[in-house]
């Protein structure tokens, strides 16, 4: 079974660093590349970048470029998502996708993450 | 970048009942490339429809898809108690960006 499993909820104060994580199992962890979503409270999905664990190679969205970082450890089948720098308006739920080369359609999600960002 | 407008914001429907609804494009682009995914309430979402027409693993056949170029639609024949939730498309023809659209709320009338 395909699965992919975020690491827990977090709350954090601005200007502080933050690195969540995404588990995938049940696949060849390199055969898809990770997508990472936010959703932001009551509001809709917004698509931040990619990562492609076989080279990480990575892309991102122009409205989250510079502002997050996204990485993949092939060895553990994991892929991150980091700010070196939190705000406020980080606060959110996060998730990862599988992204399906074939189908070019995200067909696995994780259950999210929730960051809070608060002073 | 690709931008994408769905419609209507909100669908009101009955259970039974047929809901159309609508994605459309900015700029056109291949069918392959477009994508529908369901959102219920605390829950991640949940890939529906790719390639524009083709069902995932697993979608009941009530689940449709069509469209091309600029304009896509998803119907859901008829409505199950289930169904009720909010229904994204999402496109992968524009790197870097493969931009969402806002959504459509589905609910019970």
């Known amino acids: 079974e395909v699965q992919l499993v975020q690491s827990g909820a977090e709350v954090k104060k601005p200007g502080e660093s933050l690195r969540i994580s995404c588990k995938g199992s049940?696949?060849?962890?390199?055969?898809?590349?990770i997508s990472w979503v936010r959703q932001m409270p009551g509001k809709g999905l917004e698509w931040m970048g990619r990562?492609?664990?076989?080279?990480?190679?990575?892309n991102y969205s122009p409205s989250f470029q510079g502002h997050v970082s996204i990485s993949a450890d092939r060895s553990s089948s994991t892929a991150y998502l980091q700010w070196s720098s939190l705000k406020a308006s980080d606060t959110a739920m996060y998730y990862c996708?599988?992204?399906?080369?074939?189908?070019?359609?995200?067909?696995?999600w994780g259950q999210g993450t929730l960051v809070t960002v608060s002073s | 970048e690709i931008v994408l407008t769905q419609s209507p914001g909100t669908l009101s429907v009955s259970p039974g009942e047929r809901a159309t609804l609508s994605c459309r494009a900015s700029?056109?682009?291949?069918?392959?490339?477009l994508a529908w995914y369901q959102q219920k309430p605390g829950q991640a979402p949940r890939l529906l429809i790719y390639?524009?027409?083709s069902r995932a693993t697993g979608i009941p056949d009530r689940f449709s898809g069509s469209g091309s170029g600029t304009d896509f639609t998803l119907t859901i024949s008829r409505l199950e108690p289930e169904d009720f939730a909010v229904y994204y498309c999402?496109?992968?023809?524009?790197?870097?960006?493969?931009?969402f659209g806002p959504g459509t709320k589905v609910d019970i009338k």
């Open positions: 996708a599988r992204h399906n080369l074939v189908v070019v359609a995200d067909d696995s």
């Open positions: 049940g696949y060849s962890f390199t055969n898809y590349w």
């Open positions: 990562i492609d664990p076989s080279d990480s190679y990575t």
């Open positions: 700029q056109s682009f291949s069918s392959r490339y």
């Open positions: 390639g524009a027409s």
């Open positions: 999402q496109q992968y023809a524009s790197s870097p960006g493969f931009t």
